[in-house]
Protein backbone atom coordinates (compact mmCIF):
# COMPACT_ATOMS: atom_id res chain seq x y z
CA UNK A 1 0.00 0.00 0.00
CA UNK A 2 1.81 3.84 -0.80
CA UNK A 3 2.06 5.98 1.72
CA UNK A 4 -1.28 8.44 1.49
CA UNK A 5 -0.33 9.93 4.38
CA UNK A 6 1.48 13.15 2.64
CA UNK A 7 0.04 16.68 3.29
CA UNK A 8 1.38 19.82 4.13
CA UNK A 9 3.86 22.10 2.36
CA UNK A 10 6.11 20.93 0.33
CA UNK A 11 8.48 23.53 -1.67
CA UNK A 12 10.04 22.62 -4.89
CA UNK A 13 13.84 23.45 -4.63
CA UNK A 14 15.76 25.80 -6.46
CA UNK A 15 18.75 24.66 -7.68
CA UNK A 16 21.79 26.48 -7.47
CA UNK A 17 23.90 27.27 -10.78
CA UNK A 18 27.53 28.97 -10.72
CA UNK A 19 27.95 30.99 -13.50
CA UNK A 20 29.27 28.34 -15.52
CA UNK A 21 26.23 26.50 -15.13
CA UNK A 22 27.35 23.93 -12.07
CA UNK A 23 25.17 22.76 -9.60
CA UNK A 24 26.85 24.52 -6.06
CA UNK A 25 26.18 21.55 -3.90
CA UNK A 26 26.84 23.22 -0.60
CA UNK A 27 23.78 25.91 -1.40
CA UNK A 28 21.71 22.58 -2.11
CA UNK A 29 22.53 20.80 0.88
CA UNK A 30 21.97 24.46 2.64
CA UNK A 31 18.61 25.23 1.04
CA UNK A 32 17.16 21.48 2.32
CA UNK A 33 18.22 22.23 5.74
CA UNK A 34 16.65 25.97 5.81
CA UNK A 35 13.60 24.10 4.71
CA UNK A 36 13.15 21.92 7.45
CA UNK A 37 14.12 24.55 9.99
CA UNK A 38 10.83 26.16 8.38
CA UNK A 39 8.65 23.22 9.52
CA UNK A 40 7.95 22.46 5.81
CA UNK A 41 6.50 18.80 5.62
CA UNK A 42 8.55 18.06 2.39
CA UNK A 43 10.38 19.04 -0.67
CA UNK A 44 10.32 18.71 -3.96
CA UNK A 45 12.82 18.23 -7.18
CA UNK A 46 10.69 19.21 -10.10
CA UNK A 47 10.44 21.84 -13.15
CA UNK A 48 10.89 24.78 -10.75
CA UNK A 49 14.16 23.04 -10.09
CA UNK A 50 15.26 23.13 -13.70
CA UNK A 51 15.32 19.06 -13.67
CA UNK A 52 14.36 19.04 -17.13
CA UNK A 53 18.32 20.81 -17.68
CA UNK A 54 19.74 18.47 -15.72
CA UNK A 55 21.76 15.66 -17.12
CA UNK A 56 20.94 12.14 -16.58
CA UNK A 57 24.14 11.91 -13.89
CA UNK A 58 23.04 15.52 -12.33
CA UNK A 59 19.97 14.22 -12.12
CA UNK A 60 21.25 11.03 -10.07
CA UNK A 61 23.45 13.14 -7.64
CA UNK A 62 21.01 15.78 -6.78
CA UNK A 63 18.67 12.90 -5.97
CA UNK A 64 21.23 11.46 -3.74
CA UNK A 65 22.52 14.51 -1.91
CA UNK A 66 18.61 16.28 -0.86
CA UNK A 67 17.82 12.64 0.19
CA UNK A 68 21.11 12.21 2.38
CA UNK A 69 20.81 16.12 3.48
CA UNK A 70 16.74 15.41 4.54
CA UNK A 71 17.93 12.27 6.50
CA UNK A 72 14.16 11.39 7.22
CA UNK A 73 13.19 14.29 8.81
CA UNK A 74 10.64 15.21 5.82
CA UNK A 75 9.62 13.79 2.83
CA UNK A 76 11.31 14.34 -1.11
CA UNK A 77 9.56 13.82 -3.76
CA UNK A 78 11.55 13.32 -7.67
CA UNK A 79 9.87 14.97 -10.84
CA UNK A 80 10.29 11.57 -13.62
CA UNK A 81 8.64 12.21 -15.96
CA UNK A 82 9.71 11.85 -20.00
CA UNK A 83 8.34 11.44 -23.19
CA UNK A 84 8.44 7.87 -23.26
CA UNK A 85 7.47 5.36 -21.27
CA UNK A 86 10.39 3.45 -21.24
CA UNK A 87 12.80 6.36 -19.82
CA UNK A 88 10.01 7.32 -17.31
CA UNK A 89 10.52 3.87 -16.01
CA UNK A 90 13.89 4.30 -15.90
CA UNK A 91 14.21 7.52 -14.50
CA UNK A 92 11.46 6.17 -11.75
CA UNK A 93 12.90 2.98 -10.81
CA UNK A 94 16.32 4.57 -10.01
CA UNK A 95 14.57 7.60 -8.04
CA UNK A 96 13.11 4.64 -5.87
CA UNK A 97 16.38 3.21 -5.92
CA UNK A 98 17.89 6.32 -4.45
CA UNK A 99 15.66 6.94 -1.77
CA UNK A 100 12.14 9.17 -3.05
CA UNK A 101 9.45 8.93 -1.41
CA UNK A 102 7.46 9.99 -4.05
CA UNK A 103 7.69 10.15 -7.92
CA UNK A 104 5.82 13.33 -9.80
CA UNK A 105 5.29 12.91 -13.38
CA UNK A 106 3.63 14.56 -15.74
CA UNK A 107 1.70 13.67 -19.42
CA UNK A 108 3.53 13.36 -22.41
CA UNK A 109 3.53 16.44 -24.10
CA UNK A 110 5.95 16.66 -26.90
CA UNK A 111 3.69 14.92 -29.41
CA UNK A 112 -0.32 14.83 -29.01
CA UNK A 113 -1.45 11.82 -28.06
CA UNK A 114 -4.92 10.86 -26.98
CA UNK A 115 -5.97 10.37 -23.45
CA UNK A 116 -6.19 6.81 -23.20
CA UNK A 117 -2.09 6.25 -24.10
CA UNK A 118 -1.47 8.92 -21.58
CA UNK A 119 -3.40 7.32 -18.97
CA UNK A 120 -1.55 3.77 -19.92
CA UNK A 121 1.79 5.62 -19.48
CA UNK A 122 0.87 6.54 -15.87
CA UNK A 123 -0.49 2.95 -15.45
CA UNK A 124 2.88 1.50 -16.67
CA UNK A 125 5.00 3.50 -14.22
CA UNK A 126 2.78 2.82 -11.78
CA UNK A 127 3.34 -0.65 -11.98
CA UNK A 128 6.95 -0.70 -12.37
CA UNK A 129 7.53 0.78 -8.59
CA UNK A 130 6.70 0.45 -4.88
CA UNK A 131 6.40 4.09 -3.96
CA UNK A 132 2.96 6.96 -4.92
CA UNK A 133 2.82 9.21 -7.47
CA UNK A 134 1.87 12.74 -8.04
CA UNK A 135 0.26 13.51 -11.36
CA UNK A 136 1.43 16.61 -12.68
CA UNK A 137 -1.66 18.81 -14.32
CA UNK A 138 -0.13 21.68 -15.98
CA UNK A 139 -1.24 24.14 -18.54
CA UNK A 140 1.36 22.68 -21.19
CA UNK A 141 0.62 18.65 -20.06
CA UNK A 142 -2.68 18.42 -18.86
CA UNK A 143 -4.31 15.83 -16.50
CA UNK A 144 -7.85 16.57 -16.55
CA UNK A 145 -10.57 15.65 -13.60
CA UNK A 146 -11.66 12.99 -15.29
CA UNK A 147 -8.62 11.48 -16.60
CA UNK A 148 -6.63 12.21 -12.77
CA UNK A 149 -9.82 10.27 -11.69
CA UNK A 150 -9.11 7.23 -14.06
CA UNK A 151 -5.82 7.15 -12.93
CA UNK A 152 -6.82 6.56 -9.78
CA UNK A 153 -8.92 3.67 -10.12
CA UNK A 154 -6.21 1.93 -12.89
CA UNK A 155 -3.49 1.61 -10.02
CA UNK A 156 -2.98 2.49 -6.29
CA UNK A 157 0.17 4.23 -6.76
CA UNK A 158 -1.42 6.93 -8.47
CA UNK A 159 -3.03 8.59 -5.29
CA UNK A 160 -1.71 12.17 -5.65
CA UNK A 161 -2.00 15.03 -8.14
CA UNK A 162 -0.39 18.81 -8.15
CA UNK A 163 -2.94 20.61 -9.85
CA UNK A 164 -1.69 23.77 -11.81
CA UNK A 165 -3.49 23.87 -14.95
CA UNK A 166 -5.14 27.85 -14.84
CA UNK A 167 -7.76 28.78 -13.62
CA UNK A 168 -6.69 25.97 -10.38
CA UNK A 169 -9.92 27.16 -8.33
CA UNK A 170 -12.09 25.31 -10.44
CA UNK A 171 -9.62 22.74 -11.65
CA UNK A 172 -9.74 21.90 -7.83
CA UNK A 173 -13.11 21.51 -7.42
CA UNK A 174 -14.11 19.40 -10.27
CA UNK A 175 -11.18 17.19 -9.53
CA UNK A 176 -12.68 16.89 -6.36
CA UNK A 177 -15.77 15.94 -7.50
CA UNK A 178 -15.06 13.19 -10.13
CA UNK A 179 -12.44 11.59 -8.15
CA UNK A 180 -14.93 10.79 -4.76
CA UNK A 181 -14.73 7.07 -4.01
CA UNK A 182 -11.14 6.83 -5.70
CA UNK A 183 -8.56 7.41 -3.20
CA UNK A 184 -6.93 10.26 -4.84
CA UNK A 185 -5.43 13.46 -3.12
CA UNK A 186 -5.21 16.54 -4.03
CA UNK A 187 -2.66 19.24 -3.67
CA UNK A 188 -2.20 23.05 -4.99
CA UNK A 189 1.10 24.27 -7.06
CA UNK A 190 1.33 26.86 -9.24
CA UNK A 191 3.31 29.12 -6.83
CA UNK A 192 0.56 28.67 -4.28
CA UNK A 193 -1.04 31.99 -5.21
CA UNK A 194 -4.18 30.41 -4.81
CA UNK A 195 -3.68 28.01 -1.68
CA UNK A 196 -6.25 28.85 0.53
CA UNK A 197 -9.13 28.56 -2.06
CA UNK A 198 -8.08 25.42 -2.83
CA UNK A 199 -7.83 24.75 0.24
CA UNK A 200 -11.61 25.34 0.49
CA UNK A 201 -12.00 23.09 -2.80
CA UNK A 202 -10.44 19.70 -1.09
CA UNK A 203 -6.71 20.42 -1.89
CA UNK A 204 -4.47 18.95 1.68
CA UNK A 205 -1.12 20.35 0.66
CA UNK A 206 0.52 22.85 -1.78
CA UNK A 207 3.96 22.83 -3.64
CA UNK A 208 5.09 26.56 -4.44
CA UNK A 209 8.64 27.65 -4.87
CA UNK A 210 11.51 27.68 -2.51
CA UNK A 211 11.87 31.24 -1.24
CA UNK A 212 8.96 31.53 1.32
CA UNK A 213 8.67 28.16 3.50
CA UNK A 214 7.99 30.17 6.62
CA UNK A 215 5.00 32.11 5.11
CA UNK A 216 3.18 28.81 3.86
CA UNK A 217 4.16 27.07 7.12
CA UNK A 218 2.50 29.62 8.92
CA UNK A 219 -0.50 29.93 6.54
CA UNK A 220 -0.95 25.66 6.64
CA UNK A 221 -0.53 25.61 10.77
CA UNK A 222 -2.89 28.29 10.92
CA UNK A 223 -5.57 27.08 8.38
CA UNK A 224 -4.90 23.32 10.24
CA UNK A 225 -5.90 25.15 13.56
CA UNK A 226 -9.04 26.80 11.74
CA UNK A 227 -7.73 30.09 12.16
CA UNK A 228 -9.11 30.91 8.17
CA UNK A 229 -8.73 34.54 8.83
CA UNK A 230 -5.29 34.67 10.34
CA UNK A 231 -4.25 32.32 6.84
CA UNK A 232 -6.10 34.60 5.08
CA UNK A 233 -4.44 38.13 6.50
CA UNK A 234 -1.24 36.54 6.61
CA UNK A 235 -1.57 35.02 2.68
CA UNK A 236 -2.10 39.07 1.80
CA UNK A 237 0.85 40.63 3.26
CA UNK A 238 2.66 38.66 0.81
CA UNK A 239 0.83 38.96 -2.55
CA UNK A 240 2.59 41.19 -4.27
CA UNK A 241 5.87 39.02 -3.76
CA UNK A 242 3.99 36.12 -4.78
CA UNK A 243 2.52 37.96 -7.80
CA UNK A 244 6.13 38.72 -9.04
CA UNK A 245 7.18 35.38 -8.23
CA UNK A 246 4.42 33.79 -10.59
CA UNK A 247 6.29 34.36 -14.07
CA UNK A 248 6.82 31.92 -16.76
CA UNK A 249 9.94 29.44 -16.08
CA UNK A 250 13.39 30.79 -17.04
CA UNK A 251 12.53 34.55 -15.65
CA UNK A 252 10.77 33.27 -12.39
CA UNK A 253 13.88 30.29 -11.86
CA UNK A 254 16.49 34.32 -11.57
CA UNK A 255 13.19 35.47 -9.85
CA UNK A 256 13.76 32.86 -7.15
CA UNK A 257 17.53 32.91 -6.91
CA UNK A 258 17.47 36.52 -6.22
CA UNK A 259 15.08 36.14 -3.25
CA UNK A 260 17.54 33.30 -1.78
CA UNK A 261 20.63 35.37 -2.02
CA UNK A 262 18.57 38.11 -0.40
CA UNK A 263 17.35 35.67 2.23
CA UNK A 264 20.85 34.35 3.10
CA UNK A 265 20.44 31.40 1.73
CA UNK A 266 22.40 31.28 -1.41
CA UNK A 267 25.54 33.02 -2.58
CA UNK A 268 25.85 35.44 -4.71
CA UNK A 269 27.47 33.07 -7.08
CA UNK A 270 25.12 30.42 -7.01
CA UNK A 271 22.13 32.62 -8.33
CA UNK A 272 22.28 31.66 -12.06
CA UNK A 273 19.57 30.13 -14.37
CA UNK A 274 21.04 27.35 -16.49
CA UNK A 275 20.85 28.94 -20.12
CA UNK A 276 17.91 29.04 -22.00
CA UNK A 277 16.51 31.15 -18.87
CA UNK A 278 15.75 35.37 -19.06
CA UNK A 279 17.20 37.40 -16.65
CA UNK A 280 15.36 40.21 -14.95
CA UNK A 281 16.83 43.43 -15.72
CA UNK A 282 18.21 45.83 -13.06
CA UNK A 283 14.97 48.10 -12.26
CA UNK A 284 13.47 44.45 -12.21
CA UNK A 285 15.42 43.05 -9.75
CA UNK A 286 15.58 46.54 -7.73
CA UNK A 287 11.57 46.80 -7.25
CA UNK A 288 12.02 42.95 -5.69
CA UNK A 289 14.24 44.88 -3.35
CA UNK A 290 12.02 46.74 -2.31
CA UNK A 291 9.17 44.29 -1.52
CA UNK A 292 11.81 42.20 0.49
CA UNK A 293 12.37 44.90 2.24
CA UNK A 294 9.20 45.80 3.36
CA UNK A 295 8.27 41.96 4.48
CA UNK A 296 11.54 42.43 6.55
CA UNK A 297 12.83 39.59 4.24
CA UNK A 298 16.14 40.38 3.71
CA UNK A 299 19.06 39.10 5.91
CA UNK A 300 21.60 41.26 7.24
Known amino acids: ?6 AGVYPILS ?46 DVLRRVVDQAAGRIKVVMNTGAEGTDVAIHYSRRAEELGADALMIRPTSFIPTVAEENIDYFERIASAVNIPIFLQD ?9 MAAECARRHENLCYIKVETPPTVPRMADTKRLSEGTGLILFGGAGGAF ?11 TMPGSTLPDMF ?51 AGSAYGRHPALKPDAEHLKEIDQQLEELDLIAT
Open 195 to 205: VLEEFRRGSVG
Open 138 to 146: QGSAMVGPA
Open 15 to 60: MPFDSSGRIVVEDLEKQVDWLVECGVHGVGIAVASEVYKLTESERD
Open 217 to 267: VRIWDMWQSGDEAGATAEFSRYSTIIRTLAQGQGLANWIYKHIMVRRGIFD
Open 1 to 6: MPDRSM
